[in-house]
C-alpha cells in the first residue's frame, strides 16, 4: 500500500530583480569547451508561464528541422545528458533540490552543484543522466524542486553578476561536444507583489465538497483503499491537503497522472469557480497542485504543476482612447492598489485603496514618455446613475491628514469617477503613503456600483496631460486580509 498525500496552494507571483552585468575577467556560461554551444543547437529547453515559489519547471524542445543547415549537422546525432542551469555560488551552503522528469522521481546523486574546472568562480546546477535523444527529447518537462538551504526561489538561485536575460541553461551531451544555451526572463511580476491569500481559512467548505467529487471515482473503482474522505481533508490559511492510501504503486501513479493532466479544472473546483472567469481576488496568483511536504517521491501524488488563474478583461475604458491600452503605461509610475480594504458600518460602508509605486529600472525607462510624469488624477469606473449612493470621497495621508473631495465625472456615458488636481510625484507617494476612501450608504457595496459585468473594480491613473492611463483590476477585502463581495 501507498500513500498519497497531495497538497495544493494559493502562491503570489515571484517577484524577479535585475542582474547586474559581470565583473571583467568572469567566464561566461555555460562555462565550458563544448565545440557547439548557442545558436548551434538541436534541443532548447524553455520556460513555461506561471513558475512561481520554490518550484519551476523547463519543457525540452527537438529541433530537428535545424539539421538541414551544415552549421547544425555538428549536434544533430548528439543526446541530452544532462540539464545544466547557472546557479549563485553563495547560494550553495545547506542547498538541497530535487528533480523530475515528466513528473518521475531522478536520483538524488544525479541532481548536484557543479564547478566548472575552467571558472573556479561559477557554479551550476545539473540534473544529469536523462538518457534523451532525437525526437523523444520534444515536449519532455525537467522540473527542480528546492528543499532546502537560504535561497528557495529562482530569482535567488540566479548567479548575481549574469547580465539578462535572467535565467540560462545548457543541454550537454554525453560526450561534453554539444551544449546549447537556452536564456530567457520569467514572467513579469505584478508592480506589487501580492500577499499571501488565506484562501482555504474562509472558503473550506467549498473545496472539501469539490474535493470529495474529484476523489471519489479513485474510490469508486478501488485505486484509494482508505483516506480521501472528509476528515482526511484539511484546510488551513493558503493550503488544502488531502490524504489516502492507493491500493498500490502502479494503481497511485495513474491517479497521479489522471490528476495532474486535469488540473486546470481541479484549480476551478477547488476554488469554487469555473474555467470561463474567476474572482478578481484571485487575479495575479497561481494555484500550484504538488506532493505534500515528505512526499515528493511517491509515485501516487501529482507531480508540481502550476495553473495561472484567470484575471479578468480588462473594458474599453477609460473615456480617453489615445491612451487605452498603450504599451507607454507600462512606464507611468503610479498605479491604484488593488485591494479596497472596506470597513462596514450600520449606515455607511468605506472602502480605501492605496496609491502605489509601479517600481520600474530607470534605465529600462529611458526614453519612455510616461516615465517621470507626475500623477494628475485618478479615475473609478463606476454607475453614475448610482452615484447617489456615494456619500463622501475622501484623501488619506499616513500622517492622520484628511481631506474631502466632491463628486466630480467625467462626459455623459463615461461613467468615471474623478479625484483630480493631485499632482503627486513618487516621493510624495513614497512619503505619504495616499488612500483614496469612498463611503457607500448600508444595503449597496462597491462593487454594486461597479460598471464591469464581472463587478470587478477598475480605476486608472493619469498623467495631467492624459497620455498615459494604465488601468488596475481590483476588489474588496476586510481589514484582515479576506477577499469579501466576490
Known sequence: MKVAVVAAALAALVAVAAAQPPPPGF???????????????????????????????????????RCSDPGFQACCQNDVHKFSLAFEPSCAPGFKASATLDGKAIAANNVVLETPPNADKRMTLAVKNLGLAGPEVEGRQVCIT???????????????????????????????????????????PPPSPNPPLPWFDYY????????????????????????AGEADIICKGTNVTVCGVTKNEEAGRIMAQSLREDSLFQAAAILGIDTGRCYPALSGYTFITTPAPGYDNSPCTPQPSAVPMCGPAPPSWPEYPSCRGKSANDYFQFLVGTRYTVAYGD???????????NDINAQDARGQTCYGKNLNKVQFYLDYSRRYQI???????????????????????????????????????????????????????????????????WAATFSADHYCCPIQAGSPFTTDGVPVEL
Request: glycine share 8%; charged share 15%; proline share 6%.
Open 27 to 65: 567566464a561566461r556560461f555555460p562555462y565550458g569547451s563544448c565545440s557547439k554551444s548557442s545558436p548551434y543547437r538541436t534541443y532548447e529547453a524553455t520556460f513555461p508561464q506561471g513558475q512561481s515559489g520554490n518550484v519551476f519547471c523547463w519543457t525540452l524542445q527537438y529541433q530537428g528541422g
Open 146 to 188: 528546492v528543499q532546502a538551504g537560504n535561497c528557495r526561489t529562482l530569482a535567488s538561485i540566479l548567479p548575481v553578476f549574469d547580465q539578462s536575460p535572467l535565467w540560462q541553461n545548457s543541454l550537454w551531451s554525453d560526450d561534453h561536444a554539444c551544449c546549447g544555451v537556452s536564456r530567457g526572463s520569467p514572467p513579469s
Open 204 to 227: 473550506c467548505d467549498e473545496a472539501v465538497f469539490n474535493l470529495l467529487e474529484i476523489y471519489q471515482p479513485f474510490k469508486d473503482d478501488g485505486t484509494i483503499i482508505s483516506g
Open 347 to 357: 449606515k455607511t460602508s468605506e472602502y480605501c485603496v492605496p496609491i502605489e509605486i
Open 391 to 457: 456619500t463622501g470621497i475622501a484623501i488619506k495621508y499616513n500622517n492622520g491628514s484628511t481631506f474631502t473631495r466632491s463628486q466630480s465625472w467625467g462626459p455623459v456615458g463615461s461613467n468615471s469617477l474623478k479625484i483630480t488636481s493631485l499632482d503627486w510625484s513618487v516621493s510624495d507617494v513614497a512619503r505619504l503613503e495616499p488612500q483614496i476612501c469612498l463611503t457607500i450608504k448600508s444595503g449597496t457595496t462597491l462593487t454594486d456600483l461597479s460598471m464591469d459585468k464581472t463587478k470587478t473594480l
